[in-house]
Nanobody
Framework: VQLQASGGGLVQAGGSLRLSCAAS????????MSWYRQAPGKQREWVAT???????TYTNSVKGRFTISSDNAEGTMSLQMNSLTAEDTAVYYC?????????????WGQGTVVTVSS
């Protein structure tokens, strides 16, 4: 499974960005898809998850501001980020847990950089 993240950029505090993650397999076949982020000098942290069922969960710091979604027709997962703050500055990675006949495995995209200027 290959994941391609895009949509990062430079935005002012209070602004919005929409990240996308394109998968090389059908989105509908992926059990769990998530976004993680890694800020400069910090460990990678989980941001949001969407299950195959459509159920979503978020880390507390982004609740009410970020929305994770998936589009089976387009084969993408997205993260709509609103009311951005400098604390959201990080490299954002998409992640997929995919089950094949040989078992389940985690896959990572290459990351897209989000910079929020205050």
């Amino acid at each position: 499974v290959q994941l391609q993240a895009s949509g990062g950029g430079l935005v002012q505090a209070g602004g919005s960005l929409r990240l996308s993650c394109a998968a090389s397999v059908s989105i509908a076949s992926i059990s769990v898809m998530s976004w993680y982020r890694q800020a400069p000098g910090k460990q990678r942290e989980w941001v949001a998850t969407i299950l195959k069922s459509g159920s979503t969960t978020y880390t507390n710091s982004v609740k009410g501001r970020f929305t994770i979604s998936s589009d089976n027709a387009e084969g993408t997962m997205s993260l709509q980020m609103n009311s951005l703050t400098a604390e959201d500055t990080a490299v954002y990675y998409c992640n997929a847990y995919y089950r094949s006949d040989s078992g389940g495995k985690n896959y990572w995209g290459q990351g897209t950089v989000v910079t929020v200027s205050s």
